[in-house]
């Protein structure tokens, strides 16, 4: 079956880095996705990463990925006050509609 | 650029009564989906339509029909709101294949009291 799971809750002091971290169970995976999302918005995309990638470094962004333990983070380094938010990871399969599946979402509190 | 846009944005129902939301894209996009968000659950997938006239059920559907009639449009409707459909309920859409960018609307706060 598809389950994704996520850490609820990650509190970091500003300029620190964050790392949330992503498992994931279907192997069939072709896409992993990193969504922000805002107080009251919708879901951005931020980053994504091919299932045959291991690193994809964007900016400040840094996405791990490890297959054999089904694993994936997300790395913010420098985190600000404005990347309070809460992430979400989330898995594409080739298949039928390309359907995403979705994590829990962790809540980002960056303080000061 | 007007992507995907919800209407409407809130609103509360009394249990029993039925409404629709609508969700419409101006990307040409073949994929729509239906999401609800709930506390510590993430999004789930409730319907989604890989082209005009398609519909199909996603992880929970139960209470909830959709139609597509027109590409841009996606239609979700409860015929019977029930309190346990009280969410956050967000549309998608996407082009064709696995490798694309999903766009989401800024999402339905419903209330059933």
């Known amino acids: 079956g598809e389950d994704v799971e996520q850490s609820l809750f990650l509190s970091v002091r500003e300029g620190d880095s964050s790392v949330i971290n992503c498992t994931y169970t279907d192997s069939s995976s072709t896409y992993l996705y990193w969504y922000k999302q805002e107080p009251g918005a919708g879901l951005q995309l931020l980053t994504y990463?091919?299932?045959?990638?291991d690193m994809k470094q964007d900016q400040r962004l840094t996405v791990l990925l490890n297959k054999k333990d089904k694993h994936l983070s997300l790395r913010i380094a420098d985190t600000q006050t404005g990347d309070s938010a809460i992430y979400f990871c989330?898995?594409?399969?080739?298949?039928?509609?390309?359907?995403?599946?979705f994590g829990t979402g962790t809540r980002l509190q960056v303080t000061l | 650029n007007a992507g995907v846009t919800q209407t409407p944005k809130f609103r509360v129902l009394k249990t029993g009564q039925s409404m629709t939301l609508l969700c419409a894209q101006d990307m040409n996009h073949e994929y729509m989906y239906w999401y609800r968000q709930d506390p510590g659950m993430g999004l789930r997938l409730i319907h989604y339509?890989?082209?005009?006239?398609?519909?199909a059920k996603g992880e929970v559907p139960d209470g909830y029909n959709v139609s597509r009639l027109k590409k841009q449009n996606f239609l979700l409707g409860l015929e019977s709101a029930a309190p346990s459909q009280t969410s956050v309920y967000f549309c998608a859409s996407s082009p064709q294949g696995s490798d694309t960018e999903a766009f989401f609307g800024q999402g339905t706060r419903l209330t059933v009291v």
């Open positions: 989330a898995e594409r399969y080739t298949g039928t509609a390309s359907k995403l599946t």
């Open positions: 990463i091919f299932s045959n990638m």
């Open positions: 339509s890989v082209g005009e006239g398609t519909t």
